[in-house]
């Protein structure tokens, strides 16, 4: 099955500067990478996320970056605030053909700590 | 709200005893998974439903471990003689077909955190 790895484990990073989070994937059939944030205490929240056929996606600060001949992606975010501090996951599903590859599978998080 | 709401919050029971939750999935979504939490981890999978259907369900899922969706709609997800083990967050979410073959976001709901003392 698919296994996802996630680095680093913690992330503290000075308001402004930029925090880089990076995956890397098993199953080379996933082509769906969803990044959650999840602050103390509350549900995961998806923030972006990215299909195999673009190899970059955008949202404000938030970048999302895939190189499926690697099988790694990388959540950028810029210019950091001290509300993005939360745990971040990314996480990868398969096609989803009939019954089969429907589930996210998520990497270990990553805490990130945004020091004003 | 109308998002994924989950029953109980909290759960404090006694090794041994059995518990049950209950997820009230997005109105319009047929899919609707389990998954569990423990601290400092990501979410893993237990089972997901499409409509009433119990399409998968992961090796974490013993046989004290049962989970329904009997008319498509709500999902119970029950633990019998927990053990301490057992103690997690367990997340409920789910999605809508989507287009074609491609499945939307899945949006989770804010978890039953179970403790068994």
């Known amino acids: 099955g698919e296994n996802v790895e996630q680095h680093p484990s913690t992330l503290s990073v000075q308001e402004g500067d930029s925090a880089v989070i990076k995956c890397t994937y098993s199953d080379s059939a996933s082509n769906y990478f969803p990044w959650y944030k999840q602050e103390l205490g509350k549900r995961p929240q998806l923030i972006i996320d990215i299909r195999s056929n673009v190899g970059e996606k955008k949202d404000q600060r938030i970048a999302v970056t895939l190189n499926k001949t690697a099988k790694h992606f990388s959540l950028h975010i810029t210019e950091t605030q001290p509300e993005d501090s939360a745990v971040y996951f990314c996480?990868?599903?398969?096609?989803?053909?009939?019954?089969?590859?429907?589930?996210?599978?998520f990497g270990g998080g990553t805490r990130v700590l945004v020091k004003p | 709200d109308t998002g994924v709401s989950q029953d109980p919050r909290h759960k404090i029971t006694k090794r041994g005893q059995n518990v049950t939750f209950r997820c009230d999935p997005i109105s319009e979504h047929n899919r609707l998974y389990w998954y569990r939490q423990t601290l400092g981890q990501g979410p893993e999978f237990l089972t997901y439903f499409q409509n009433e259907a119990q399409l998968e369900k992961s090796r974490l899922l013993s046989d004290r471990f049962s989970a329904e969706r009997p008319k498509g709609s709500f999902s119970t997800l029950e633990i019998q003689r927990t053990e301490q083990g057992d103690s997690a967050m367990y997340l409920c979410?789910?999605?809508?077909?989507?287009?074609?073959?491609?499945?939307?976001?899945?949006?989770f709901g804010q978890g039953t955190r179970l403790t068994v003392v």
């Open positions: 979410a789910s999605s809508s077909p989507g287009q074609g073959a491609r499945a939307s976001e899945a949006f």
């Open positions: 996480a990868a599903r398969a096609p989803v053909i009939k019954a089969a590859g429907n589930k996210l599978t």
